[in-house]
Each structure stands twice: as structure tokens, then as C-alpha cells.
């Protein structure tokens, strides 16, 4: 048997943080889709992204939902680290994996209908890709005659903290190049950075609850992933609004200083030119 609640105050308080969490991380993806949509162009997203990421939530899909739902890889963790020991995914983590494949493949879709420029998917990224689910078979047939489920999922967990941080750097160093953030949608950065504090919250929540730290060690890729993520989200808040938002603004002076420069009235002679 696992673990109850022994504070009620604290449990509310972890269904919100936790759902918190899985709104800010679910909608940040939204800002992301609408921009390409009325960009009709996905130029300034990098597509190595999108793949990697694609990658990342369907392995965590794979961990959240089976710890999630099996009773026997849950009898495996406790026998691991507690007998009294509460499963550390939630409900809110396997919505949130499902809605995140969702909207992943959304935009992968947009990649392939909207107006993209040059820009492709890398040699190092399709191989990246290749590797890990060849890994991942390999790993499933090992664990299959042993019934090593928790050490699979384990795995799988393990993969989607690579992928995390594999996943920013092509954006990041994207931006860098370009000396831009233009066509990549802040929003989605500054929601997902919400996620991660809130995420790290109900976690926290739950160890002060239960008198004990083991959530956070007993699924390091949720712990990992918050600090990956809120990482990263920090460096690509200092690109937007600090480094590169210098262009942004010369931009916008410029197109306020054409727009002064011409004449309230057109003169008669170009009104006659366009009468003629």
C-alpha cells in the first residue's frame, strides 16, 4: 500500500501547483502554432527543435502514462524505494505528455505546409533521433525476459532528460547567429518557465507532506527537467529582451522615422500625376 496525505492544505495545495503547471506548460505550446499560422511561415523556428522535442514528450509520454497506470512497475518502485513511498507522477503529467505529443505534431505539421525558406531538418538530428529509438528497442528487448519495467521506463525517463537539453541548443544557438528571436515565440518560453517554478512547487509540496525527499530522486527526470527547462528559458528570456531586443527596436525606429517623413497631404502635383 502507498502512502497517504497526512495534510489536506498540503494535498489541495499540490492539485494546484500541479495543474498550474500542466496549463502553463500545455498552453505555452499554443503561442508557437498561432504564430506560424498567421505568419503562414515557420521561418526563425528551427525544425531540429521541433524533432528533438518530438522525441522528448513521447519518451516522457511513455514513463508518466506507464507509472502512471501499471500497478506492477508501481509495486516495482516501492519495492525500490519504500513500500510507503507515493508514486511521484500525477495525473496533470500524463495530460500533460499526451497534449504536449498533441501539439508537437501539430507543429510539425505546419513545418511541412507553411512557407519555410531554406531551412531543413540536420543530418545530426535525424541521427540523433535514429540512435535513441534503436537504444530504446534494444533496452525494451533486455528488459522483456526479466520483466524489468521500472529499469525500461527508467530509460525512457533518462532519454527525455537528454532530449531536453539536445532539444534547446539548436534554437538557442539559431538566435545567437541571427542575432534575432524573430519567428520564435516568447511566450511559449515565458509559460514554460512558469511551468517549471510551479512544477518544482508541487514536488516540493509533496516531500514536506510526506517527510521525505524520494520523489525527487526516485524520478530525477522530472527534477531534471524542470532545471533543464527553466535553464534554458532564462537564456532565451536575456536573447529576447536583452541581448538581441536592440534590433528589434532599430527596427521599429525605422519604420517610425519612414512613416514621419512622409507628407501628411499629397502634394497637387502628385495628385495630378495620379489622376492622369
Given at each position: 500500500?502507498?502512502?497517504s496525505?497526512?495534510?489536506?492544505?498540503?494535498?489541495?495545495a499540490?492539485?494546484?501547483?500541479?495543474?498550474?503547471?500542466?496549463?502553463?506548460?500545455?498552453?505555452?505550446?499554443?503561442?508557437?502554432?498561432?504564430?506560424?499560422?498567421?505568419?503562414?511561415?515557420?521561418?526563425?523556428?528551427?525544425?531540429?527543435?521541433?524533432?528533438?522535442?518530438?522525441?522528448?514528450?513521447?519518451?516522457?509520454?511513455?514513463?508518466?502514462?506507464?507509472?502512471?497506470?501499471?500497478?506492477?512497475?508501481?509495486?516495482?518502485?516501492?519495492?525500490k524505494?519504500?513500500?510507503?513511498?507515493?508514486?511521484?507522477?500525477?495525473?496533470?503529467?500524463?495530460?500533460?505528455?499526451?497534449?504536449?505529443?498533441?501539439?508537437?505534431?501539430?507543429?510539425?505539421?505546419?513545418?511541412?505546409?507553411?512557407?519555410?525558406?531554406n531551412?531543413?531538418?540536420?543530418?545530426?538530428?535525424?541521427?540523433?533521433?535514429?540512435?535513441?529509438?534503436?537504444?530504446?528497442?534494444?533496452?525494451?528487448?533486455?528488459?522483456?525476459?526479466?520483466?524489468?519495467?521500472l529499469?525500461?521506463?527508467?530509460?525512457?525517463?533518462?532519454?527525455?532528460?537528454?532530449?531536453?537539453?539536445?532539444?534547446?541548443?539548436?534554437q538557442?544557438?539559431?538566435?545567437?547567429?541571427?542575432?534575432?528571436?524573430?519567428?520564435?515565440?516568447?511566450?511559449?518560453?515565458?509559460?514554460?518557465?512558469?511551468?517549471?517554478?510551479?512544477?518544482?512547487?508541487?514536488?516540493?509540496?509533496?516531500?514536506?507532506?510526506?517527510?521525505?525527499?524520494?520523489?525527487?530522486?526516485?524520478?530525477?527526470g522530472?527534477?531534471?527537467?524542470?532545471?533543464?527547462?527553466?535553464?534554458?528559458?532564462?537564456?532565451?528570456?536575456?536573447?529576447?529582451?536583452?541581448?538581441?531586443?536592440?534590433?528589434?527596436?532599430?527596427?521599429?525606429?525605422?519604420?517610425?522615422?519612414?512613416?514621419?517623413?512622409?507628407?501628411?497631404v499629397?502634394?497637387?502635383?502628385?495628385?495630378?500625376?495620379?489622376?492622369?
Amino acid at each position: 500500500m502507498g502512502s497517504s496525505w497526512n495534510s489536506i492544505p498540503l494535498e489541495i495545495a499540490y492539485q494546484v501547483l500541479g495543474w498550474t503547471a500542466f496549463f502553463s506548460w500545455s498552453i505555452s505550446f499554443y503561442p508557437q502554432v498561432i504564430l506560424n499560422f498567421r505568419r503562414k511561415s515557420v521561418v526563425g523556428l528551427n525544425f531540429d527543435f521541433v524533432v528533438l522535442n518530438l522525441t522528448k514528450h513521447s519518451s516522457y509520454l511513455i514513463y508518466n502514462a506507464t507509472l502512471y497506470f501499471s500497478s506492477a512497475v508501481q509495486q516495482q518502485y516501492r519495492e525500490k524505494y519504500g513500500l510507503d513511498e507515493m508514486i511521484p507522477v500525477a495525473a496533470n503529467d500524463v495530460a500533460f505528455s499526451i497534449h504536449a505529443v498533441l501539439l508537437t505534431l501539430v507543429t510539425l505539421f505546419q513545418i511541412f505546409i507553411y512557407e519555410r525558406g531554406n531551412q531543413k531538418v540536420s543530418r545530426i538530428s535525424l541521427g540523433i533521433v535514429s540512435v535513441v529509438w534503436s537504444a530504446a528497442t534494444i533496452c525494451f528487448l533486455i528488459a522483456l525476459p526479466h520483466h524489468s519495467w521500472l529499469w525500461l521506463i527508467s530509460v525512457f525517463n533518462a532519454i527525455q532528460v537528454t532530449m531536453t537539453v539536445i532539444k534547446y541548443i539548436p534554437q538557442a544557438f539559431m538566435n545567437y547567429f541571427r542575432k534575432s528571436t524573430d519567428g520564435f515565440s516568447i511566450g511559449n518560453i515565458l509559460l514554460d518557465f512558469l511551468g517549471g517554478v510551479t512544477n518544482y512547487g508541487q514536488m516540493a509540496t509533496q516531500s514536506i507532506d510526506q517527510h521525505s525527499w524520494v520523489n525527487f530522486y526516485g524520478n530525477i527526470g522530472k527534477t531534471l527537467l524542470s532545471l533543464v527547462s527553466i535553464s534554458f528559458d532564462i537564456l532565451f528570456m536575456v536573447q529576447h529582451f536583452v541581448l538581441y531586443r536592440s534590433k528589434k527596436d532599430a527596427l521599429s525606429a525605422s519604420k517610425l522615422e519612414d512613416e514621419t517623413k512622409k507628407p501628411l497631404v499629397k502634394s497637387s502635383h502628385q495628385s495630378g500625376a495620379h489622376s492622369v
